[in-house]
């Protein structure tokens, strides 16, 4: 299983941009980079994904390095909601299943 | 529409028990993978299926079980249960097993073995 590698934890400001880190050194080309996150007392909810280019959507955004090996989340305003612990997981083409790592888990500062 | 339902919320057993888990994946949905969320330990992979079959499983031991029915609900059995079996039990379902199709997930059954 290729692996990732996440800080523990982060902390921003409310109102402010959050850059959350992943490294992905292992990553084959065919790997799919997920992006969830789990608030307290949840399951995971999908946040965002990618394969080679960076993508938006309404809650996130992320940025894929050009070699592939690492990439970024992208709050762009973190609120009090966004606390949770966020998962960066590499998807393979086949076996659909998730390998979830420890994550980072982010406090946001009123 | 309807998310990812888990039954029972919470249930508590004694050792050496059997227990039954229940999914229903959001409607339209073929795929559903079960996860275990024990504390300390993260989320860990324990079964995959799709189109009632086992696709994959994880690291865990035959008495870990499962099955998908024709309409696409799963359980998760549990046999011989043992105190570290105690954790948060997650089903998620996906439209197919397409690995750029996101996984939705329940909000889980929180299962203590005493």
């Known amino acids: 299983d290729a692996k990732t590698t996440q800080p523990n934890s982060m902390e921003s400001n409310e109102e402010e941009p959050v850059h959350l880190p992943c490294n992905h050194s292992?990553?084959?080309?065919?790997?799919?980079i997920h992006w969830y996150r789990q608030l307290p007392s949840q399951g995971p909810e999908y946040v965002i994904h990618?394969?080679?280019s960076n993508v938006n959507n309404r809650m996130a955004s992320l940025a894929i390095a050009e070699d592939r090996k690492s990439s970024t989340l992208i709050l762009h305003r973190a609120t009090l909601r966004d606390a949770a612990v966020y998962y960066c997981?590499?998807?393979?083409?086949?076996?659909?299943?998730?390998?979830f790592g420890t994550g980072t888990s982010l406090t946001v500062i009123p | 529409e309807a998310g990812v339902t888990q039954s029972p919320t919470h249930l508590i057993k004694t050792r050496g028990q059997q227990v039954t888990l229940r999914c229903s994946p959001i409607?339209?949905?073929?795929?559903v993978y079960w996860y275990q969320q024990a504390l300390g330990l993260g989320l860990q992979f324990l079964l995959w299926?799709?189109?009632?079959?086992?696709?994959n499983r994880g690291n865990f031991p035959p008495r870990f079980s499962g099955r998908q029915f024709p309409n696409y609900s799963s359980e998760l059995n549990v046999n011989a249960l043992e105190l570290e079996d105690s954790a948060l039990y997650l089903c998620?379902?996906?439209?197919?097993?397409?690995?750029?199709?996101?996984?939705?997930f329940g909000p889980g059954t929180r299962l203590t073995v005493t």
């Open positions: 299926y799709d189109e009632g079959e086992e696709r």
């Open positions: 990618g394969l080679t």
């Open positions: 292992t990553i084959s080309g065919t790997d799919y």
């Open positions: 998620a379902s996906s439209l197919d097993d397409r690995s750029n199709y996101e996984q939705y």
């Open positions: 409607s339209g949905h073929t795929s």
């Open positions: 997981i590499l998807r393979p083409r086949t076996g659909n299943q998730f390998y």
